[in-house]
């Protein structure tokens, strides 16, 4: 069970990284550049499985249930090192100027708009089954 | 170990992430003894999870909630569209998490698998 418990996804993290990781900090670590923004590019997929996260912007666009584009979310939050994944924190969704909340990204619900309550919006239909 | 295409690289585990039709993008935990093939074992109830995340067009989509096995057993799956799939051409990919526990001296493990489809091959 030790081991269970060391490697159990561990949610504090993810709240630290939550409150951590904001476009003042991005910028405070490299402040050399501003933070960048832009698609995922197909190359930070590697053949070896891993996520170059380095030819990853530092914001993504973030989409909304019907696609339409609603914002964009931190890089780290979105790709998250594997021992915070376990993380059921909301992602902030940040407006063009990368400052301004317009939302956040819920776990198993997807946009929820500042301001509305993550009860108004549906949760979507996750599968499981068992020896897939 | 050689890890077949599309399979994590996780020493005596198997993540697996893939995408099916209409962008339904999943993630599979199993236990087998040695990478995606040969025996597996069952693990205890709660000891197989994973979160599935979904990007097209290089754009976040959404992402799961972390769902765990709720029954003893050797593979786990989680699956969902977490992606919208208008019509034309896009490229999906599904970015899995999964976590595996043990109580035997090979511990647990955590890691993340990615897989990618194009469509049109995706609208029907």
Same mark, same amino acid.
């Given at each position: 069970m030790e081991d269970r418990k060391i490697y159990r996804w561990a949610a504090a993290l993810g709240v630290a990284a939550a409150i951590a990781i904001t476009p003042l900090s991005l910028a405070a670590a490299d402040s050399s550049r501003p933070p960048t923004k832009g698609r995922v590019p197909a190359a930070a997929f590697q053949a070896n499985g891993?996520?170059?996260?380095?030819?990853?912007?530092?914001f993504i666009p973030a989409l909304d249930r019907a696609g339409n584009q609603v914002g964009y979310v931190s890089r780290d939050l979105a790709m998250p090192d594997p021992s915070e994944a376990g993380s059921e924190v909301p992602i902030p969704v940040y407006a063009d100027d990368l +400052? +301004?909340?317009?939302?956040s990204m819920m776990p198993g619900r997807g946009f929820v708009p500042r301001g509305a309550r993550a009860s108004d919006v549906p949760s979507f239909v996750v599968r499981t089954s068992e020896n897939p | 170990m050689t890890v077949p295409s599309g399979y994590g690289s996780l020493a005596d585990y198997c993540f697996r992430a893939g995408i099916v039709d209409t962008a339904s993008n999943r993630v599979d935990m199993q236990t087998h003894a040695?990478?995606?093939?040969g025996t597996a074992r069952n693990v205890k109830s709660g000891y197989l999870g994973g979160k599935v995340t979904g990007y097209r067009d290089g754009a976040y989509c959404e992402v799961t909630n972390a769902l765990y096995s709720?029954?003893?057993?050797w593979g786990w799956q989680v699956s969902s569209n977490v992606c919208s799939n208008p019509s034309g051409t896009q490229e999906f990919y599904t970015v899995g998490y999964g976590a595996i526990y043990s109580d035997g001296s090979r511990g647990g493990t955590v890691g993340y698998v990615w897989s990618w489809r194009t469509s049109p091959s995706q609208n029907y």
């Open positions: 891993n996520l170059d996260k380095s030819k990853v912007p530092d +400052t +301004t909340i317009v939302g | 040695s990478g995606c093939s709720n029954t003893a057993t």
